[in-house]
Nanobody, 119 residues
Framework: QVQLQESGPGLVKPSQTLSLTCTVSGGSITTRYYFSSWIRQPPGKGLEWMGGIRYDGNTYYSPSLKSHTSISRDTSKNQFSLQLSSVTPEDTAVYYC???????????WGQGTQVNVSS
């Protein structure tokens, strides 16, 4: 059973960079056809796919977030990470890491982590 766990600070100041890491167990992020994604849910709103990294390292981003989003991975630790630069209070959300065998197919989810952007 694949399990995912997000980690990172729960509070980030405006204009700073939000950094989160997802640790995956029970499966490898380099398994062929596997995608690892970041998804967020702002308060009172629906889920928003932010971007993902494919098993071979190729990255894909939501057009609306591409300019200040970066997703990377550490295959030796079976982890992938999110960096969101120049955050504003509108980036306050529950951030989830997820994975599955398709860019927008999420078979596995982390429990989510609340990140607040506030001074």
């Amino acid at each position: 059973q694949v399990q995912l766990q997000e980690s990172g600070p729960g509070l980030v100041k405006p204009s700073q960079t939000l950094s989160l890491t997802c640790t995956v167990s029970g499966g490898s992020i380099t398994t062929r056809y596997y995608f690892s994604s970041w998804i967020r849910q702002p308060p009172g709103k629906g889920l928003e796919w932010m971007g993902g990294i494919r098993y071979d390292g190729n990255t894909y981003y939501s057009p609306s977030l591409k300019s200040h989003t970066s997703i990377s991975r550490d295959t030796s630790k079976n982890q992938f990470s999110l960096q969101l630069s120049s955050v504003t209070p509108e980036d306050t959300a529950v951030y989830y890491c997820a994975g599955g065998y398709g860019l927008t197919r999420w078979d596995y989810w982390g429990q989510g982590t609340q990140v607040n952007v506030s001074s």
